[in-house]
C-alpha cells in the first residue's frame, strides 16, 4: 500500500529508486549555524577583478577632496570658476554664450543680469530659470519678466519695466515715481533728472493736477523747476530763477494764465522779486529782494511801503 505525499513547503522530498523519502529538516538552531557557515564561503571568495583598485583610488581621491577643502584651494576655486557642477556643466557645452534682452528701457543689461543672478560662472543647465524670474521682479523698475533657457547655451529675458513719470521729494530724500504716485526707486544718478519734480506730503498722489499747471504756463512751462504742494491744498511753483509764484487753492489754471500775461506785458518774472503771490483773484503781490526795496526806497520814499 503505498501513501500520496503532499508537497510541504518547508520539506524538499527527494525521489531515489521509486521510493519518496523526506529530506530531514533542520532545526532553528541548526538553521542559524549554516546560515553563518554559508556566510563565511561567501567572505573566502575572491572579490572581483579590479574592485580593490577602485576602492584605492575612492580612498585617495576623497583624501585628496579633504585636503583641498580643508586648505582652502576650493573655496578658491569656486571664487574663480563658480560651483564645480557649473564648472563640469560648462566644459560640457552648457555655459551662457548668448543672452537676449527685449523690453527694457530704463535698465540696462549689465544691472538686468547682476538683478537676475546670472554670471560667467553660471551654466544653462544649472541655472534656476523661475529664481532668476523672481530676483528680477524685486527689482524697482521691473513690472514683470520671464526668463527662458534655450539649450545648449540661450538664455532669453523679457522684461516690462515700469514707467517713471516724476521725481518726489520728501524729508529731503528724492524718490521716482510712476504716474500713480507709487515709488519706484530712490534716485540714484542723473537718469531721470529731467522728469516733473514735485515736493511735499502728498505731491506725489497729485501729479496730474501739477503736470496740468505745467501745461497752462505755456512758453513758461521750461521756466518751472518744481511744484511744491503746502499743507496737502494748493501749489507753489519754484521757478529757474528763483522766484517763488504762490498760486490759490481754488482755481489755480486761471493765476497760471494770468502770470503768463503779466509776463508777457510786464516781465514779472525777470525783475528782482523773490516771490509773486496770485492767491486773491485779479491782484498780484511782489516780494522784492533787499537791494531792489532799498533801491525803491531810495526812489520812492513815500512808497516806501507800498510793493
Not at 521509486?18 to 532553528?28: D, F, N, Q, T
Not at 563565511?40 to 583610488?57: D, E, H, K, N
Not at 496730474?208 to 505745467?214: C, D, F, K, N
Amino acid at each position: 500500500m503505498s501513501e500520496a505525499f503532499a508537497p510541504d513547503p518547508f520539506t524538499r522530498l527527494a525521489y531515489a529508486g521509486g521510493e519518496v523519502s523526506g529530506a530531514r529538516v533542520l532545526l532553528r538552531g541548526e538553521r542559524s549555524a549554516a546560515g553563518v557557515v554559508a556566510w563565511a564561503r561567501t567572505l573566502r571568495r575572491p572579490a572581483p577583478r579590479g574592485v580593490g583598485l577602485a576602492l584605492a583610488a575612492a580612498l585617495i581621491f576623497g583624501a585628496g577632496a579633504f585636503g583641498v577643502v580643508r586648505g582652502g584651494e576650493y573655496a578658491s576655486f569656486v571664487e574663480d570658476e563658480g560651483s564645480l557642477p557649473d564648472f563640469i556643466a560648462r566644459a560640457l557645452g552648457f555655459d551662457i554664450a548668448v543672452v537676449t534682452i527685449s523690453g527694457q528701457t530704463e535698465l540696462s543689461e549689465t544691472e538686468i543680469l547682476r538683478d537676475a543672478g546670472v554670471s560667467p560662472k553660471n551654466s544653462l543647465l544649472l541655472l534656476d530659470a523661475a529664481e532668476a524670474r523672481a530676483r528680477l521682479e524685486k527689482a524697482p523698475l521691473v513690472k514683470q519678466a520671464s526668463v527662458r533657457k534655450l539649450y545648449p547655451n540661450h538664455l532669453v529675458i523679457d522684461l516690462v519695466e515700469r514707467t517713471p513719470c516724476a521725481l518726489w521729494q520728501k524729508d529731503g530724500q528724492v524718490a521716482v515715481v510712476a504716474a500713480d504716485g507709487a515709488v519706484i526707486d530712490q534716485m540714484r544718478d542723473q537718469r531721470f533728472s529731467s522728469l516733473p519734480f514735485v515736493v511735499g506730503e502728498g505731491a506725489n498722489e497729485r501729479l496730474a493736477e501739477y503736470t496740468a499747471l505745467v501745461a497752462a504756463a505755456g512758453e513758461l512751462g521750461p521756466r518751472i523747476r518744481a511744484g511744491v504742494l503746502v499743507a496737502n491744498r494748493r501749489w507753489n511753483l519754484k521757478m529757474t530763477s528763483g522766484v517763488e509764484v504762490m498760486l490759490p487753492e481754488v482755481n489755480p489754471l486761471a493765476a497760471v494764465a494770468t502770470l503768463v500775461r503779466l509776463q508777457r506785458e510786464s516781465r514779472v518774472l525777470d525783475r528782482d522779486v523773490l516771490s509773486l503771490d496770485l492767491r486773491v483773484e485779479g491782484r498780484m503781490f511782489a516780494r522784492l529782494t533787499e537791494e531792489a526795496a532799498a533801491a525803491r526806497v531810495v526812489a520812492h520814499p513815500k512808497k516806501a511801503g507800498a510793493t
